[in-house]
């Protein structure tokens, strides 16, 4: 499935506009603050329904405005389909609507194309805090696999719901050994969890290995599952649980299980998260994305890869490999301050625009007012 436009209305820097997207490869340039980061985080914004970029929504929302809207027209095998965001802050939930009609909560997913993102920023993922790597980790669980989705959902119930009781129990309101059938439960969703964890690193670590070298790192790289149970199933996962339980109560939540996983990236057997200079994590995230965009690939759900200034800390050689990766397989967009820093940006299966000042224009027409 591709995505064939996007239109935005009152979405950041931008009144009004839009772009049709090539089916390969789509180049945006523009200079720094004309809108391209914002154009990429609305393509964001109409297949997810969430930013990239930021948790407080409503700097989403263009400055003087009380509504933002963002539609995606998509392709795939079934036909052509509208999906359809709506946000206003004052209100609790986001407006979805697919082909017109609103997306019902707890409805089946509607169809869209899978999407992977690289943002300056997202550096986090490579050398942050282990919950945004297993955040990562869960969303290619459920691409790879989209029937697993559920586990870490009912996982993440039984948890709310354990810390919930433990909360009760040290203050006394409710016996300890209620705690029986929630470490049964958060020890059956948390061991199929790890299951599917290891199981996406295992598919995913060879492709990794292969694109990092490709891009350039120096040394191999590895990409591991670390997780923080020694347990091989379920049984074990609770026994873990129940010999913690005294050091549980004494905190007031769960502190063992796989909420505390990590994904640990090591290049030359040293972490990258913290031995690996910026340049080599900014490969190394990218090296992780093209991976998993393979992995996917194989499947037949290549994901549209959306990479912002994407070249600007590359030299010649490493733009090279990287605009080879690009054109390789599925589709993208990549913006840039300069197209001549995207090689084959001038061939004519490359789809290229310009951004500036929230216009943006596409072989000499402008699509945005």
């Known amino acids: 499935m591709v995505v064939r436009s996007i239109s935005l209305r009152d979405f950041r820097n931008y009144t009004r506009a839009e772009l049709e997207l090539g089916e390969g490869l789509t180049v945006v340039h523009g200079p720094n603050g004309a809108g391209k980061t914002n154009l990429l985080e609305a393509i964001y ?15 989403l929302v263009r400055s003087g405005e ?19 965001v709506g946000f206003e802050p004052a ?6 609507k697919v082909d017109g009609a609103p997306l019902e ?5 509607p169809p869209r194309p899978l999407v992977c993102v690289f943002l300056p920023d997202r550096l986090e993922l490579i050398k942050g805090a282990p919950a945004s790597r297993r955040s990562h980790l869960d969303q290619v669980v459920a691409a790879m696999w989209p029937a697993r989705a559920e586990t ?13 009781l433990l909360a009760r129990v040290r203050a006394g309101a409710s016996s300890a050994d209620l705690l029986d059938p929630w470490d049964a439960e958060l020890a059956r969703h948390g061991a199929q969890l790890m299951a599917d964890r290891a199981r996406a690193v295992s598919t995913v670590a060879p492709a990794f290995a292969a694109r990092a070298a490709e891009l350039g790192l120096p040394e191999p790289v590895e990409l591991r599952y670390a997780p923080r149970s020694k347990a091989a199933d379920a049984d074990g996962l609770r026994a873990e649980l129940s010999d913690r339980r005294g050091a549980d109560l004494e905190r007031g939540f769960t502190t063992h299980g796989p909420h505390r ?13 913290t031995l690996g200079s910026q340049g080599q994590q900014r490969v190394g995230l990218l090296a992780l994305l ?24 590359l030299d010649a050689a490493r733009r090279e490999r990287l605009a080879d990766l690009v054109r390789a397989g599925g589709q993208a967009l990549v913006t840039t301050t300069d197209v001549d820093h995207v090689p084959g940006a001038s061939s004519p299966e490359v ?8 216009t943006v224009t596409r072989d000499s027409a402008t699509l945005a007012a």
């Open 45 to 59: 914004f109409s297949l997810t329904a969430r930013s990239c970029r930021t948790s407080n929504e409503r700097e």
């Open 66 to 84: 009380h509504v933002t809207r963002v539609v995606a027209e998509v392709a795939g095998e079934d036909g052509a389909h509208t999906l359809e």
């Open 91 to 96: 209100q609790k939930e986001k407006r979805v």
């Open 105 to 109: 909560r707890g409805g089946a997913p």
């Open 152 to 164: 870490r959902t009912a996982y993440s119930r039984a948890l709310a719901q354990r810390n919930a």
């Open 261 to 273: 996983d990590d994904l640990a990236l090591l290049h030359g057997r040293r972490p990258l998260r």
């Open 290 to 313: 093209f991976a998993e965009r393979d992995v996917l690939g194989a499947r037949g759900r290549p994901p549209l890869m959306l990479l912002d200034d994407v070249m600007s800390e």
């Open 351 to 358: 789809a290229v625009a310009s951004v500036l000042d929230g």
